[in-house]
Every structure is written in structure tokens, then in C-alpha cells.
């Protein structure tokens, strides 16, 4: 059997089931990314902060904003892998301000630790 590659194939049905599918996959990407987009916002940063006398801070948050060595730089949900020297400042955590003087944070798997000197 030969497939004819002329006009008369896009008349009739085979047109309709076409679109039928073509409409049926945006629908269902469109449903995909929707439910992407809602888990994401579900899911917050877990940050825990430490000095060598204490931890000083652990949760969870939708922002996190450092004092970094190149320039100051926020970490949100599932940000990129990422180690970074901190520099005298404040880290802003959501609603919260911790002052210091210097520090490391590194971002892995949703998590952002941060070892400081206040």
C-alpha cells in the first residue's frame, strides 16, 4: 500500500482527527504546566543559618536575599545548585533580617544553608 501525498487526504475525517489530537495535546500540556506551576508555589526554600556558637535560624521561605562577595542576590524555590562567599550585610529571610559580618551559603536541592559570623 502506497500513501498518496495529494489534496484529497486532508479532505474528510483524517483532518478532524488531526486537530481532535493536536487540540486533545495542548489541552493536556496546558493542563501539565498549570499543575507545575501551582506544586512550585507550594513548595517553599528550606533555609537553616548557623554560627559556631548557635544555628540561628531554620524554616521555610519563599525568598531568601544574601549579601554576596559580586552583589547582592536572592534565592527563591528550586534555585540552581550555587556556593557563594557572603560579605558584611543583612540576610533577608521573607520578613526576617539577620545582620552579618561574613559568611558562606550554599544552595542544593531546595535547601539553603548558610554558615555566618555575626
Given at each position: ?17 488531526f ?22 508555589r ?5 533555609v ?40 558584611a ?28 559570623e555575626?
Amino acid at each position: 500500500m502506497s500513501i498518496k501525498k495529494t489534496p484529497e487526504l486532508l479532505n474528510g475525517s483524517g483532518v478532524f482527527f488531526f486537530l481532535f489530537f493536536l487540540k486533545r495535546d495542548i489541552i493536556i500540556r496546558n493542563s501539565f504546566i498549570k499543575l507545575e506551576l501551582g506544586k512550585t508555589r507550594a513548595k517553599m526554600l528550606e533555609v537553616v543559618i548557623f554560627s559556631p556558637e548557635k544555628q540561628i535560624f531554620q524554616g521555610k521561605a519563599s525568598s531568601v536575599v544574601f549579601p554576596g562577595e559580586s552583589g547582592v542576590f536572592e534565592v527563591l524555590s528550586y534555585h540552581k545548585p550555587i556556593l557563594s562567599r557572603l560579605i558584611a550585610g543583612n540576610i533577608f529571610v521573607d520578613e526576617k533580617t539577620f545582620a552579618i559580618r561574613c559568611g558562606i551559603v550554599g544552595v542544593n536541592h531546595n535547601k539553603a544553608t548558610v554558615v555566618i559570623e555575626e
